[in-house]
Every structure is written in C-alpha cells, then in structure tokens.
C-alpha cells in the first residue's frame, strides 16, 4: 500500500513569511506524528495526533507553530513569521495505535528560510 | 545528558562483518525502542523494534534490549556495502513521541 506522503518535498521562503506543510499519512493509521531533523541531529519531536486532537504538542517551540488534522487523516503543519532557524526538514509519522506502535515516516519537506 | 545517546562514530567495518551499534537512554519510563536506518538526503527508514528484555531477530539484524542497564543494541552479521547510513536509536514512552539519539554513522567498506 502507499506510505506517508508529504508535500512540498521542497520549500524556499523568505524571512516573516507563512507557510504550509502537509501530511498524508498510511490509510487507517490513526496517530500522526511530526518531528524536525537538523543536520546532524536526530528527528525532534513536534506534536502527535490521536485522530483529530493533537494529544501531544509540547514539542512546538513556540507559537508561531501550529498543527491541524481536521478530518482524522491529513495535516497541515503551519509556520507563521518564518525564522531563518526555522530551516530544517520536517517529517511527518503514522502508525496505528497499539503494542509496539511502529511509525513510519514520509520523505519529509525540506523548509529553506532565506 | 541527552535522553537518548548514541555514538556519532563513523563506525568502520569491513565487508562481511559484524557492525554493532549501541545506545543507552535515561528515561526508564521508556518502554519500546527503535532502530531506523536512514540514508543520506532520505528521511528514516524502520528496521527494528523491541520492548521485551533479551534478543529479538529479524534476517541480519539483531535488536538487544537491557532495561537494567539501560541499553539498547543493534548487531548487523554479514554487512554490506549498502548497510552503510546513518543508525538512529529512539526510545518511546507508552503510544506516544520517539525521542531520537543524534545517530551513529556506519561505514561498510568492500
């Protein structure tokens, strides 16, 4: 079946700009998850959804960052007033819910800050 | 201290040996522990997971886990060339966040 996918793979911003990533996560996988990865770094965790209610977003930074998945399925991760620390990949995770609870990650979408 | 902690390396081995790469982690509320591969320029790949002491086997891959001790270990027999990529350990508290180690670099040369 499909993975995750996300789109854009690739986003060029400027400084103080809005933008936009989505997630489209495995079919019937009801918990959604995104992290950040830096170069060098592991992936940092961001927020995770159970279904539609983000059941965890304590790895937000700040409030400039915001996540939505209105119908259960798709998210859309939301930056306002882009940083140019901002600059990372931003993954996204599905995975059903139970013992073990494996996640598996989309191709990510790699945000430049100019 | 970082949570989860892994060696940068690059962890060399040569064709056809046994690469092993380790992890300790401080949270002992963690329950469940992953092992992803991943490329460079790609996003993680999952290889393994496990949650119950001991070994758990999967083909070439080895997962080990000592809840006492705190440490988690991936052993690749016969590696190859293609093994070569970055090896990230996370930890996982109930169904929730992976906290991720920086990884370990694992270099196969032929």
Request: hydrophobic fraction near 30%; proline fraction near 5%; charged fraction near 20%.
């Given at each position: 079946g499909a993975g995750v996918s996300q789109?854009?793979?690739?986003?060029?911003?400027?400084?103080g700009k809005y933008v936009e990533l989505r997630c489209d996560p495995i079919s019937g996988h009801t918990a959604l998850y995104w992290?950040?990865?830096?170069?060098?770094?592991?992936p940092e965790f961001l927020i995770y959804f159970q279904g539609t209610g983000a059941a965890d977003d304590s790895g937000?930074?700040?409030?400039?960052?915001?996540?939505?998945?209105?119908?259960?399925s798709v998210s859309t991760l939301k930056i306002q007033r882009t940083e140019r620390g901002d600059s990372a990949v931003y993954l996204c995770a599905s995975s059903r819910t139970g013992v073990g609870n494996e996640q598996f990650f989309g191709p990510g979408t790699r945000l430049t800050v100019l | 201290q970082k949570e989860v902690e892994q060696n940068s390396g690059p962890l060399s081995v040569p064709e056809g040996a046994i690469a092993s790469l380790n992890c300790t982690y401080s949270d002992r509320g963690s329950q469940s522990f992953f092992w992803y591969?991943?490329?460079?320029?790609?996003?993680?790949?999952?290889?393994m997971f496990i949650y119950s002491n001991g070994d758990k086997e999967d083909g070439r891959f080895t997962a080990q886990l000592n809840k006492a001790s705190q440490y988690v270990s991936l052993l690749i027999r016969d590696s190859q060339p293609s093994d070569s990529a970055t090896y990230l350990c996370a930890g996982q508290t109930g169904f929730q966040k992976l906290v991720f180690g920086t990884g370990t670099r694992l270099l196969v040369s032929p």
């Amino acid at each position: 079946g499909a993975g995750v996918s996300q789109t854009p793979s690739n986003k060029v911003t400027e400084k103080g700009k809005y933008v936009e990533l989505r997630c489209d996560p495995i079919s019937g996988h009801t918990a959604l998850y995104w992290y950040r990865q830096s170069l060098g770094q592991g992936p940092e965790f961001l927020i995770y959804f159970q279904g539609t209610g983000a059941a965890d977003d304590s790895g937000l930074p700040n409030d400039r960052f915001f996540a939505v998945r209105p119908e259960g399925s798709v998210s859309t991760l939301k930056i306002q007033r882009t940083e140019r620390g901002d600059s990372a990949v931003y993954l996204c995770a599905s995975s059903r819910t139970g013992v073990g609870n494996e996640q598996f990650f989309g191709p990510g979408t790699r945000l430049t800050v100019l | 201290q970082k949570e989860v902690e892994q060696n940068s390396g690059p962890l060399s081995v040569p064709e056809g040996a046994i690469a092993s790469l380790n992890c300790t982690y401080s949270d002992r509320g963690s329950q469940s522990f992953f092992w992803y591969r991943q490329y460079s320029g790609k996003s993680p790949e999952l290889i393994m997971f496990i949650y119950s002491n001991g070994d758990k086997e999967d083909g070439r891959f080895t997962a080990q886990l000592n809840k006492a001790s705190q440490y988690v270990s991936l052993l690749i027999r016969d590696s190859q060339p293609s093994d070569s990529a970055t090896y990230l350990c996370a930890g996982q508290t109930g169904f929730q966040k992976l906290v991720f180690g920086t990884g370990t670099r694992l270099l196969v040369s032929p």
